[in-house]
């Protein structure tokens, strides 16, 4: 498999709208609501995926990796950032995580079929399709969310 599909995959959008899209269409004022009954707002779904991508890489790349406690660490207390700015950070976070998975990706030195750094078993091929298959999943629940807000 090319490594650069691979990564059209990763960005999104191949069949269904792009992370990038849906987070500019919500409404910054609503992203803490939980409507009809549901156990998380926008916000939430959102800082889960961008924690588990971060925790991914780590474990693909990092020395000192430790596994987080499921699902505490991976989901905020909160419904909704405090700030504007806290957003914003979130977002260009989830951006710059998921380019240097990208680019490691991308580096031919790093072998798609070889255990990543802290696993025996699971290959980066592995890996990288674990976030593909996360992500999309919980855009789904993103654009479900911005049309129940109204914002789509």
Known sequence: MERAQLIK???GGEAFMP???????VSFDRIGERIHGLPYSFYEV????????????????????TAQKWPEAYWDDKKAP??????????????KERQDLADYILDENN????PVKNSKDHTLLWELLLVIEHNAYHTGQLIVLLRLLGDH
């Not at 072998?111 to 070889?114: A, I, Y």
């Open 82 to 95: 405090e700030t504007e700015n806290e957003w914003e950070q979130l977002k260009s976070r989830f951006f």
């Open 9 to 11: 995959h990763l960005m």
């Open 111 to 114: 072998d798609l079929q070889k």
């Open 19 to 25: 992370i990038d899209k849906v987070l500019e269409e």
């Open 46 to 65: 959102f800082y889960h995926i961008t924690y588990a991508q971060k925790d991914i890489l780590d474990y693909i790349i990092s020395d000192n990796y």
